[in-house]
């Protein structure tokens, strides 16, 4: 029996039922979702922290601050920045063109942005260290032309790191482009406003919470990335080595503290940039209901 309540004008409104959904109940399925995060996350996790404490508080400080793994850090961060940064002009400018213009091919171009979400990331380093080696079809031309060697030193792991993160960009930037009618732009224009105010006045304050987010995504994704980067990277200490490879290397070494310990202090960067991106994609959220 449907039951029902009724208002102050006196018309019979639905009362709403708090009978159970879909789902089980609160209790059983809060125990499953920390169980299974539990089990896949959190344990193997907190392994981390606890292989590490092996070393002491001063063995673990000379670990993580030794000056080879001090270099990869700066390496891997800056490289990583660095192609966020890139991906950030230019994946807008890819989501714009896929979102305003139509143009033969428009679909291909589409599917091909999802390329790196779909292909094997040591596929994708060879493939790169193929095209810009000292003989490669890029590397060559660069080389002989600009003096440019890209293959086997910090400018070829800059390089992987915007392959495997323009998707982020491109991806979160685009249904926000959708969303936004050319009417408004029209209408900055018809008021007197040229391009540029336009952009930096009607369609920035828009996108900027989406810019970020896809800035976030695109850093955190590049920042553990490894298997694109191995082969490209020419893997010399104090050069070209990243914080993932040198965990590997710990680890062929059966340095296992050593290599939870740097692990830990990537875990922590890591789960700082996912807070950031989680309350950059609230702040999106919260921004969109207010304008609506």
Partial sequence: MSSVSISAGGAALPRRRNGPGVLPGFGISMGFAVLYLSLLVLIPLAALPIKSAGLGWEGFWDTVTAPRVVASYKLTFGASL???LVNLVFGTIVAWV??????PGKKVVDALVDLPFALPTAVAGIALTALYAKNGWLGEPLLRWFDLKVAFTPLGIVIAL???GLPFVVRTVQPVLEDVEREIEEAAASLGADRWQTVRRVLLPALFPALLTGFALAFARAVGEYGSVVF???????????????IIAK???FD???AAAIATVMLLMSFALLL?????QGWQTRRNGRLA
């Fill in 256 to 258: 296992y503290a050593g």
């Fill in 232 to 246: 490209i990277a020419g893997n010399m200490p104090m050069v070209s080595e990243i914080t993932p490879l040198l």
């Fill in 276 to 280: 950031l991106i989680n309350l950059l």
């Fill in 98 to 103: 896929l979102v305003r213009y139509r143009f």
């Fill in 82 to 84: 660095i192609a966020a």
């Fill in 162 to 164: 915007i392959f495997i």
């Fill in 251 to 253: 680890l062929e070494e």
